[in-house]
């Protein structure tokens, strides 16, 4: 049965709501992580060091930016991640989630629960490397 599976065209109407009610939870989780990183970039100086000396404040100025830039960063992932997960949807909504457009199996469930937003099998995705 499980061999059918593989190699029937799409996941049925059932699987891809259970796939739908995944991919809705993670894209909750990641929009509020991204809330948490666009909120700590607008706080001011989240270190409190506003009366540090003039000696140190370039460090701290330095280190401030380069903590910026890695929010910055990690906003950006956050943002392409949701658009991914967003994707993902489309693909359930016109039912060709989970179908790997190298190879045109099925992916195999377990890989679309741990990353919902893929469009490649294992398979497809080593020949890539």
Known sequence: M?????????YSDTELEEFKTVILEKIS???E???DLTAS???????????TSGANAGLEDG??????????QLAARQKKFIEQLDAALSRIDNKSYGVCRETGKL????????VPHTT?????KLKQA
């Not at 607008?42 to 409190?48: D, I, K, L, V």
């Not at 280190?63 to 910055?72: F, G, P, R, V, Y």
Request: charged fraction near 35%; charge should be negative.
């Open 2 to 10: 499980e061999n059918k599976k593989e190699n029937s065209a799409r």
């Open 29 to 31: 989780l990641a929009r």
């Open 33 to 35: 992580d991204l809330n």
């Open 41 to 51: 970039l607008q706080s001011n100086n989240p270190n409190g060091t506003d009366d």
């Open 63 to 72: 280190a401030a930016t380069l903590e910026k830039e890695s929010i910055l």
């Open 107 to 114: 992916i195999p469930r377990e890989r679309l629960m741990a």
């Open 120 to 124: 490649l099998s294992m398979e497809a």
